[in-house]
T-cell receptor
């Protein structure tokens, strides 16, 4: 079956670095997405990886290892506004997104 | 980026009534639209995929007679929750894919702002 695993909740300190992990199992693979979702709002696109390696975009970076079925989202210089849920989603061979349950990130001053 | 709107943003209704939610792509033609439901502290759950001019494809466990989807044009899809009950209370989110200008996979889905439904 198809499955996405990510931690339910993480806590970090303002100004620090946090890494949110995601493992996936899908029928075929067309890339790995990370979305940010603030409470009561729709998800917003953060990153997309389809090749192995690290993609850096400002304070956010995303890593993919296809052989391990593993990705992580790295957030640097954490700000209070980064408090949100982070959703990992893998795209299968039919171009359907398989969603993880999301990781709630709590930032403390 | 492309913009997708949803209306209404919030609706409260009595049990047994029907509620219609509109999803519009404002600056592109959406050949495919997706409807999701999200319960508190849970991830997005795909309910159905609709292509303009054809019947929607529903995910397993989603009642097609209860959740009516109409993708009448390239910019509008509607979801009607018929005879709503309190257990239908949820956050409903639509997303749209630009079938014409799909130049990169990350453009695969643009999300609307969501509609919060509360059935009393």
């Amino acid at each position: 079956g198809q499955n996405i695993d990510q931690p339910t909740e993480m806590t970090a300190t303002e100004g620090a670095i946090v890494q949110i992990n995601c493992t996936y199992q899908t029928s075929g693979f067309n890339g790995l997405f990370w979305y940010q979702q603030h409470a009561g709002e729709a998800p917003t696109f953060l990153s997309y990886n389809v090749l192995d390696g690290l993609e850096e975009k400002g304070r956010f970076s995303s890593f993919l290892s296809r052989s391990k079925g593993y990705s992580y989202l790295l957030l640097k210089e954490l700000q209070m506004k980064d408090s949100a849920s982070y959703l990992c989603a893998a795209m299968d061979s039919n171009y359907q997104l398989i969603w993880g349950a999301g990781t709630k990130l709590i930032i403390k001053p | 980026g492309a913009v997708v709107s949803q209306h209404p943003s919030r609706v409260i209704c009595k049990s047994g009534t029907s509620v219609k939610i509109e999803c519009r792509s404002l600056d592109f033609q959406a050949t495919t639209m997706f409807w999701y439901r999200q319960f508190p502290k849970q991830s997005l759950m795909l309910m159905a995929t609709s292509n303009e001019g054809s019947k929607a494809t529903y995910e397993q466990g989603v009642e097609k007679d209860k959740f009516l989807i109409n993708h009448a044009s390239l910019t509008l899809s509607t979801l009607t929750v018929t005879s709503a009950h309190p257990e239908d209370s949820s956050f409903y989110i639509c997303s749209a894919r630009d079938g014409q200008g799909w130049t990169s996979v990350q453009e695969t889905q643009y999300f609307g702002p969501g509609t919060r439904l509360l059935v009393l």
